[in-house]
């Protein structure tokens, strides 16, 4: 017989519950995810998610809307001041929605934008429609790549300068430069390729999604002052807010962006997860810049001794990272699919990952040659650089000893002991993950 209702209603809160204590017993190293601070988890839960404010503070569709008028316009305050922005648009539900209003605001279908490749780093946000890439599914846009030196890391500028010159004379020249993406272990050359790009009458948009916090702290680079127009992100990486997106800019920007993202891309923004971000945005003015050091030193440390221990990471040439992510060839082990999940059985959450090379050997996403570690939230649990010689330990000890998952899980759940409250944060009376009922 089906479950009933009820049964199936208890068996949701069930596997939520189970999620929680899963991951109080696990090394979370998904570059793309944090840990919120209870402050965050509150703003969440408010009655902010049952209200909808379409429009601008002070314009709205509906009435109702003094209190979140408030708190967005504080929420906007605080981005403009983290990141010394002109203009801040706090509506963007995602990322990806922050990349469609700049693709919305600055470009038309059947335009060129030039992008990482996925295999160099690219978010499948700035990819071709025959990849199903956001920009060229949704947007109609046509996607052309950087050219990307694999020994260094990141792009190559002089590649790219005769690139961009070809696709001129084809009659195909980029409206967007789309600088950022998902693998992201060095600064992009924004200041060196900037003017050339703006030559040529390029909007240049700058995805910080990833070390968005990095470079909130200053530690990272700072695109707005090298150069671009325009800085897009989700709020939940280095950034320690709920899943969200914020676009940032100059004055000039702020007319197309904002009719861009409403009506045109938004109807409800998703206010409690706004207000979430105010949150996140004080508590990173507070606490980024030492977070931002601890998470970039861990990355190196981590990347370093899993160097020593047996692995080929990736970026030794220039100290394998300057974010917070570690990038590491397996397959001397086998592929990054396999590993990810032998990884998981043992409670090290991972992810496997395109590197350079993949697609030239018919390698693809499901089992390619690479896994992509982050420390963003295992920084925000409070590890520091000694463990992170630990994680590089058990991390050998699954994938090149092949040990038991069974003894990993309880080595692994004891080393978690002394990590269950978030750190770089205003309030900490409760556990990062522990599960709060409401029933």
């Known amino acids: 017989m089906p ?35 209870p402050a965050v988890r509150e703003a969440v839960m408010s009655d902010f998610g049952n209200r909808y404010a379409e429009g601008w503070p002070g314009e709205r569709v509906y009435a109702g809307c003094t ?25 963007a539900v995602s990322g990806v929605v922050a990349n469609l209003a700049i693709y919305s605001a600055y470009s038309n279908p059947g335009d060129v934008m030039i992008a990482s490749s996925i295999p160099a780093g690219g978010h499948i946000s700035h990819g071709k429609k025959e990849h199903s890439g956001t920009a060229g599914l949704v947007h109609g846009l046509d996607i052309e790549f950087f050219a990307f030196d694999p020994e260094e890391m990141t792009l190559d500028v002089d590649k790219t300068k005769a690139k961009v010159e070809d696709l001129k004379s084809q009659g195909r020249l980029p409206k967007i430069a789309m600088f950022g993406g998902s693998v992201f272990l060095f600064p992009h050359p924004v200041k060196e390729l900037a003017d050339f790009l703006k030559s ?4 240049i948009n700058y995805d910080a999604a990833h070390v968005a916090g990095l470079i909130a702290g200053g530690k990272f680079q700072d695109p707005l002052r090298e150069g671009v127009d325009t800085m897009t992100m989700s709020t939940h990486k280095t950034l320690f807010g709920p899943q969200g997106g914020l676009v940032l800019g100059f004055d000039r920007h702020a007319e197309p962006i904002k009719k861009a993202m409403f009506p045109g891309l938004t109807s409800s923004h998703h206010i409690h997860h706004m207000a979430a971000k105010a949150v996140a945005f004080a508590e990173a003015l507070e606490f980024g810049k030492d977070y931002s050091e601890q998470t970039i030193n861990n990355a190196k440390v981590l990347a370093a001794e899993l160097n020593n221990v047996g692995f080929k990471v990736l970026g030794e040439k220039n100290g ?40 030239k050997a018919n390698r693809h996403y499901m089992h390619p040659g690479g896994i992509r570690l982050g420390t963003s939230e295992i920084t ?20 090149i000893d092949k040990k038991e998952s069974g003894e990993m899980t309880g080595k692994i ?27």
């Open 200 to 203: 040529h009458d390029m909007h």
């Open 67 to 91: 209190y979140i008028d408030e708190v967005e316009t504080q929420c906007m305050e605080l981005a403009q001041k983290l990141f010394d922005a002109e203009f801040a648009d706090v509506r």
């Open 380 to 399: 925000r649990l409070g590890m520091k650089e000694s463990e992170m010689k630990e994680i590089a330990s058990m991390i050998k000890d699954v994938v």
């Open 3 to 37: 479950d009933s209702p009820r049964d199936s209603y208890e068996k949701v809160f069930s596997s939520l519950e189970k999620h929680h204590s899963w991951f109080e017993n696990s090394i979370p190293l998904i570059a793309s995810e944090n840990i919120p601070s």
């Open 320 to 359: 394998y990272t300057e974010s917070h992510q570690t990038v590491v060839n397996v397959l001397d082990y086998g592929d990054g699919g396999t590993i990810e999940a032998d990884l998981e059985k043992a409670n090290i959450i991972v992810n496997r990952q395109l590197i350079p090379g993949d697609l």
């Open 413 to 439: 759940a004891e080393f978690r002991k002394e990590f269950q409250k978030t750190q770089y944060c205003f309030d900490n009376k409760i556990g990062a993950y522990e599960y709060i009922k409401l029933r």
